[in-house]
């Protein structure tokens, strides 16, 4: 009898233990830090950009370079962006109403897969009626590892994360 209950009472304990990982599920980052190299293709081309990322209560900060020059713009809630060119960092300027804000970080912002999973996917895709994102993961971290970005079924963008942190919230 004593064996029954002890049996019993590990069964429950590891039940139990099984279904405390469901209360922990998966979250996309939504606060994160990023270098990533993102490639645009055209019929006749591939653009290669080092990007490095900071998302932070949907405040973009993005700094792209291409070859000899980067640029720094943040773009801010209001519509806002404050852009500025590595070569003249005295020369920055502040442009109110920047209404194509929201189409520079789409590719960036990763709330479009916001999802919690019990179980992490090995892919995660998000159609918006004219792109495709298909996101991968790391398999070692569970953080994002790549995007890539179809339209009409032919690949446009490709972002692979070099690194990438989650920030707290």
């Known amino acids: 009898m004593k064996l029954k209950i002890v049996c019993l009472i590990l069964f429950v304990i590891t039940f139990c233990g099984?279904?405390?990982?469901?209360?922990?599920p998966f979250m996309i980052p939504v606060n994160y830090t990023g270098e990533a190299v993102m490639k645009v293709y055209t019929e006749n081309s591939e653009n290669a950009y080092k990007v490095n990322i900071i998302c932070r209560d949907s405040n973009y900060s993005i700094k792209v370079a291409s070859?000899?020059?980067s640029w720094n713009s943040a773009f801010l809630s209001g519509n806002r962006c404050v852009l500025n060119n590595d070569?003249?960092?005295e020369s920055s300027v502040v442009i109110e109403k920047f209404n194509i804000a929201d189409s520079l970080i789409y590719d960036f912002d990763l709330k479009k897969f916001d999802s919690h999973f019990d179980v992490l996917p090995e892919e995660l895709v998000y159609f918006d009626g004219t792109y495709k994102h298909v996101l991968n993961f790391n398999k070692e971290?569970?953080?994002?590892?790549?995007?890539?970005?179809?339209?009409n079924d032919n690949l446009v963008k490709t972002i692979l994360y070099e690194k990438i942190n989650m920030e707290e919230l």
């Open 18 to 24: 099984c279904s405390k990982v469901s209360d922990n």
């Open 67 to 69: 070859g000899k020059e």
């Open 87 to 89: 070569k003249f960092p």
């Open 141 to 151: 971290n569970l953080l994002p590892n790549s995007i890539f970005i179809y339209k």
